[in-house]
């Protein structure tokens, strides 16, 4: 205790608005730096904890900063840290400790994977996104809108439409904040945890077991999708694979009520990370979902965690009349409900085999130090009860945990990136490199495993991060992850062009690292864009072919026809594939689309190929009559203003892009009604990858020219170009 108060009286004090601060300065210097952010009490209460974790990150090769103060708001956290950035060296990360204030953000659902709730219909709780992104990335700029009367105190900001509009942290960040739902004392839980992130800097573990899980109604459902994620796990995990145990993919298939083999599995010793692919909710993981329904109740069981799904997105002052008017459509009685409430937290629920739930995770031991959950809501640090928070405040080694604070989109690419890891690359920083608004490090961002043979990565990756010739020595390195973080920092740096990574893409033999090639080339939006999307609805790894069919309909170039209509007809296999591109065929003029299919009719290998050609027409034409029924409801100045209104939040999710003259047109009609006008400006910033982008652009700039201009337009139109950039 001496040391501790020897250290507290030559801190740097300094005063931010109301907020006594308090900064340790680090002990060494060091080549990248790294700052510990916590409130006053929390460092009064575990201190001795906080200068032991300080000690360890100095001794791991972080010049540490401790942050402390009696935190009034986010503003003051948010410009301490900025400071505090400008004048250190190479800051690779923040970690907040304890009582931070929460930031809910608002105006940025693009900036998620999958979040799209109306703002102005729903609560503001509710329909806005937690997200540390308002401390890690200072590129940002926020309005404050308000704070609510909860504990711990939420805070309310509006990204500015003057802002950036596409994440860039300039740090990793991750949280460590005890879910009071677990009951106990909060200080006693985090001094324990720091006590464990501790521990495991002193011999950090080679990465070379790892287990991965494929859950119930999920994209996992298509099992081309599951076949092809171990050739992922392979490159991405290069060290595992000697036995049978140090690579295992589960799926949900594999037996009646996974929940308990999964147990085993979290509880084996020698497991380093552990990736779920689930659905998610706050307080549970959703494993089986009913898959194997052999009794009355097993049915009973399935529908009553539907409509306790459904139940969950409906607003909660909604609830009770979504209940009872579901219970009059089934012929429910009251008795149904007993074993669910369809709230989105509970205190404790009974034992069921299709769940893990938090009465589950209590007490119990996870051994993974990573656990990631590529599902919804699983990551909501803000909520008393969550899944990431029980998993890093068990007893067992687990250290830290990436999750969503939202839903999350079951198309993204879960993997990626991942790979560092196994190269000694910081769990945080590995975040960084794939962040959304929703997506966050539950736990120690500088947690890490074991170097790859004298690897120096995990310090190079920022101090070295503007040095392109370094870059380019790794373009050709033996792993996967090292030639995508390369081809990514070149990318970044501007000293790389589309051709050249398009020639990467067709000669790499990683799957991976073609993968990485398609998404950088959907920055450049030019001719090597399209051939890249071309290449990726041809390429052998699923995910590719995936992703290539959702920058397919995103794009809306002609030229992509012959190769949507191809693929989706002569390889219906690949479901995830398939159900994207049958997304192209609404987007894209259907003419055209038929044009294509009468070219491909002789060369049809199916029984009939008359009846395969007129089934696919039969589907254009039903695209085509909802595209027309969308827009006509749209445009029609007799329709109901509120029908006009959801018509342009559809355009969020389907870019008609050969509709985008008479959208501008709209927004530039001052005849028409305001609120029309300003949905339509949002929803053609959706169109940021398409073709049409740089059409987008000029006309908003032109209609920007309007001096008499509506405020609340000329905000929209500012948000859209600079989505558009």
């Not at 209460?45 to 300080?54: M, T």
């Not at 960040?173 to 106990?184: A, C, E, K, T, V």
């Not at 706050?282 to 009794?295: A, L, P, R, V």
């Amino acid at each position: 205790m001496k040391r501790l108060s020897i250290l507290i009286t030559v801190m740097l004090c300094v005063s931010t608005l109301a907020a006594q601060v308090k900064v340790t300065k680090p002990l060494s210097k060091q080549s990248n730096s790294f700052a510990i952010v916590t409130d006053q009490t929390t460092f009064d209460k575990v201190g001795r904890q906080l200068l032991a974790y300080r000690d360890a990150l100095e001794a791991d090769g972080l010049s540490t900063y401790i942050v402390s103060g009696r935190w009034e708001n986010p503003d003051q956290v948010r410009d301490q840290i900025g400071k505090l950035y400008a004048r250190s060296r190479n800051l690779e990360g923040i970690v907040l400790v304890g009582d931070i204030p929460y930031v809910m953000v608002r105006n940025a659902q693009h900036m998620t994977t999958a979040f799209k709730m109306d703002e102005e219909k729903f609560p503001i709780d509710q329909s806005s996104v937690a997200s540390d992104r308002f401390y890690d990335d200072l590129h940002l700029s926020f309005e404050f809108l308000e704070r609510d009367s909860l504990e711990p105190l939420r805070f309310y900001y509006k990204l500015s439409e003057n802002s950036p509009q596409q994440l860039a942290p300039n740090f990793y960040s991750g949280r460590i904040f005890y879910p009071p739902q677990l009951g106990g004392d909060k200080y006693e839980a985090i001094a324990r945890f720091l006590e464990k992130a501790v521990e495991a800097k002193r011999n950090p573990d080679p990465l070379d077991h790892i287990v991965t899980f494929a859950g119930h109604g999920y994209n996992s459902d298509c099992l081309l999708v599951w076949q092809d994620e171990k050739i992922a796990m392979k490159e991405n995990f290069p060290f595992t694979g000697k036995t049978n145990l140090s690579a295992k993919h589960l799926n949900f298939r594999m037996e009646q009520y996974m929940k308990y083999k999964l147990f085993d599995e979290l509880q084996r010793p020698e497991v380093d990370v552990f990736l779920f692919n689930e659905h998610g909710s706050i307080d549970k993981q959703h494993i089986s979902g009913g898959s194997s329904i052999e009794t009355v109740q097993d049915r009973l069981a399935m529908l009553r965690a539907s409509i306790e799904m459904q139940l969950l997105f409906t607003p909660k002052g909604k609830r009770e009349e979504a209940r009872r008017q579901i219970m009059q459509e089934m012929g429910l009685g009251e008795k149904f409900f007993e074993a669910g409430t369809g709230e989105e937290e509970t205190d404790g629920e009974a034992t069921d085999e299709n769940i893990i739930s938090l009465d589950d995770l209590k007490g119990f031991n996870p051994q993974p130090r990573f656990v990631m959950f590529n599902a919804c809501y699983n990551g909501s640090f803000h909520r008393p009860g969550n899944i990431a928070g029980y998993y890093i405040f068990g007893e067992g080694r687990t250290i830290a945990t990436q999750g969503n604070t939202v839903n999350v989109l079951q198309d993204k690419w879960t993997y990626e990136m991942v790979g560092l890891i196994s190269h000694g690359v910081r769990i945080g920083e590995y975040n960084r490199q794939i962040a959304t608004l929703e997506g966050h490090i539950v736990g120690d961002p500088t947690f890490h495993f074991a170097d790859s043979e004298g690897c120096t990565l995990r310090r190079d990756i920022v101090a070295k991060g503007g040095d392109a010739a370094y870059w380019r020595t790794l373009l050709d390195a033996p792993y996967a992850d090292i030639r995508s973080i390369a081809l990514r920092k070149l990318t970044d740096l501007g000293a790389i062009s589309s051709a050249e990574i398009v020639a990467r893409m067709k000669e790499s033999p990683f799957a991976t690292t073609r993968m990485e090639c398609l998404k950088l080339l959907s920055r450049f939006r030019d001719d090597a864009y399209v051939e890249g999307i071309r290449l990726g609805l041809y390429d052998s790894y699923e995910l590719t072919r995936r992703n290539a069919a959702d920058y397919a309909w995103r794009a809306g170039d002609p030229r992509l026809v012959p190769a949507i209509m191809d693929v989706l007809v002569r390889y219906p296999e690949s479901q995830r594939v398939n159900y994207l591109l049958q997304k192209a065929v609404n987007l894209y003029p259907a003419d055209g689309l038929i044009a294509e299919l009468e070219r491909m009719k002789p060369t049809l290998t199916d029984a009939d190929p008359e009846q395969a050609a007129a089934r696919i027409r039969e589907m254009i034409e039903e695209q085509r009559s909802a595209k027309e029924k969308t827009m006509q409801a749209l445009l029609d100045k007799q329709a109901p203003l509120a029908r006009r209104i959801q018509s342009a939040r559809y355009v969020r999710n389907y870019t008609y892009h050969e509709y985008v003259p008479q959208l501008l047109a709209l927004v530039g009609d001052s005849a028409e009604e305001l609120s029309l006008r300003v949905n339509v400006a949002e929803a053609l910033g959706w169109f940021n990858k398409s073709v049409s982008y740089d059409e987008i652009a000029r006309g908003c700039r032109q209609l920007l020219e309007n001096p008499a201009l509506e405020p609340q337009l000329r905000k929209e139109l500012v948000q859209t170009l600079n989505r558009l950039k």
